[in-house]
C-alpha cells in the first residue's frame, strides 16, 4: 500500500468510526434476517453487511483497567476486535493477534485503541505454532513493560453435514488454532503475569449443547470451557484467575466466511431475541472478568451470553 492509498484508507475508516449518524455503529441492532453474503476464510469485518457492531458508544469508561497491558488472540475483528476496543476506554495498552490475511481489519483495530488514547501493538502470526506464541507473548512484554491480562480467542471453525466430511486435516486444524493455541498462549503469558492477573478464554454455547454440524468447533470449545476451570484451580494460589465467556450466534466475519449465504441471513434468528448479538454486546464480560475490581472473588466459570435462552448446559 502506498503512503497515499494509506492516507485514504485512514480517512475512510476514521469517518466511519465518528459518523456515527450514518454508520452501522449505532442505533437498533440488526435483526434477522440478514442479507445473504459470503466470504473467502478468514473472513474480512470491513466486507461485512451490515458492519457488525462493536464501538459500543453507549459505554462509558471508569479505569476499571487501568495502567494494564492485555494481549487479544483473534483481536483484529469481532469479539476481540470490541474486546480491544473497550479494554483501551477502560485504560489498558493493548496488542492484537491476528492472522496476516487479516491484516486490514487489525489496522481498523489498532487505529481505534489509539483513539482511545491507548497503545496498540499489532502481531501478525498463528496460534496453531507454539513458537509465535511464545514470541507474541515477549512482543507484548517488550513493548509494553508488563503483561496482566490474556484474551484467548482466536478460532476456526467449518460447518460441515457429517463426520464423513471432516477431514484429519481441518480436524488437526480445528484444534490446533482453538485449544492448543489458547494451552500455548497461557503458557507462556503465565511466565509474566502477575498476581491480580487474568485470563479470558473464548468458549461456546456449542461447548456446552453440542453442535450436529459442528463437530469440530464444539469439541473444541467444550475442551476450552475445561481448560478453563482445570487452569483456575492451578493458578489459583498465585493469585491469578481464569475465566471464559461462551455466547451464542455473534454477528462476526467467522460465520459470514463458513455458512452459506441463506443460513447467514437466519443466523441468530433460532435466540429469544431472534437475531444474533452485536460484539460490543459481548465485550462487557470480557472487562467484568478482567476487573479485579469487578470479579475479585471469580475464578474458573463459564459465562453465557445467549439472548434469552435459559437451557445451556
Not at 128 to 150: I, P, S, T, W, Y
Not at 267 to 272: A, F, Q, R, V
Request: net charge negative; with cysteine.
Amino acid at each position: 500500500m502506498t503512503k497515499t492509498q494509506a492516507t485514504k484508507q485512514y480517512k475512510e475508516d476514521q469517518d466511519y468510526v465518528k459518523n456515527k449518524d450514518t454508520n452501522d455503529q449505532t442505533g437498533a441492532k440488526p435483526k434477522n434476517p440478514l442479507p445473504e453474503q459470503k466470504q473467502p476464510r478468514p473472513g474480512i469485518e470491513k466486507e461485512v453487511e451490515p458492519r457488525p457492531q462493536y464501538l459500543a458508544p453507549n459505554y462509558k469508561g471508569s479505569a476499571k483497567l487501568e495502567g494494564k497491558a492485555a494481549l487479544i488472540t483473534g483481536g483484529d475483528s469481532g469479539i476481540g476486535r470490541s474486546v480491544a476496543v473497550l479494554f483501551a476506554r477502560e485504560g489498558a495498552d493493548v496488542a492484537i493477534v491476528y492472522l496476516p490475511e487479516e491484516q486490514t481489519d487489525a489496522d481498523e483495530t489498532a487505529r481505534v485503541v489509539k483513539d482511545e488514547g491507548k497503545e496498540a501493538l499489532m502481531i501478525a502470526g498463528d496460534v496453531k505454532d507454539a513458537n509465535f506464541c511464545r514470541d507474541a507473548v515477549d512482543q507484548a512484554v517488550n513493548k509494553f513493560g508488563k503483561l496482566d491480562l490474556l484474551v484467548n480467542n482466536a478460532a476456526f471453525q467449518k460447518h460441515e453435514k457429517s463426520i464423513e466430511d471432516v477431514s484429519d486435516e481441518e480436524f488437526e486444524k480445528t484444534f490446533r488454532t482453538n485449544i492448543f493455541g489458547y494451552f500455548y498462549m497461557a503458557k507462556a503469558a503465565l511466565k509474566h503475569l502477575p498476581k491480580g492477573g487474568a485470563i479470558i478464554n473464548t468458549g461456546s454455547i456449542t461447548g456446552l449443547e453440542g453442535s450436529g454440524q459442528l463437530l469440530a468447533y464444539s469439541a473444541t470449545k467444550g475442551a476450552i470451557h475445561a481448560f478453563t476451570k482445570s487452569l483456575a484451580q492451578n493458578v489459583v494460589k498465585r493469585g491469578i484467575r481464569v475465566n471464559c465467556v461462551a455466547p451464542g450466534p455473534v454477528w462476526t466475519p467467522l460465520n459470514v466466511a463458513d455458512k452459506p449465504p441463506q443460513e447467514v441471513a437466519k443466523h441468530g434468528e433460532d435466540t429469544p431475541m431472534k437475531r444474533p448479538a452485536q460484539p460490543e454486546e459481548i465485550a462487557p464480560a470480557y472487562v467484568y472478568f478482567a476487573s479485579d475490581v469487578d470479579s475479585s472473588y471469580v475464578t474458573g466459570e463459564v459465562l453465557t451470553l445467549l439472548g434469552g435462552e435459559t437451557t445451556a448446559g
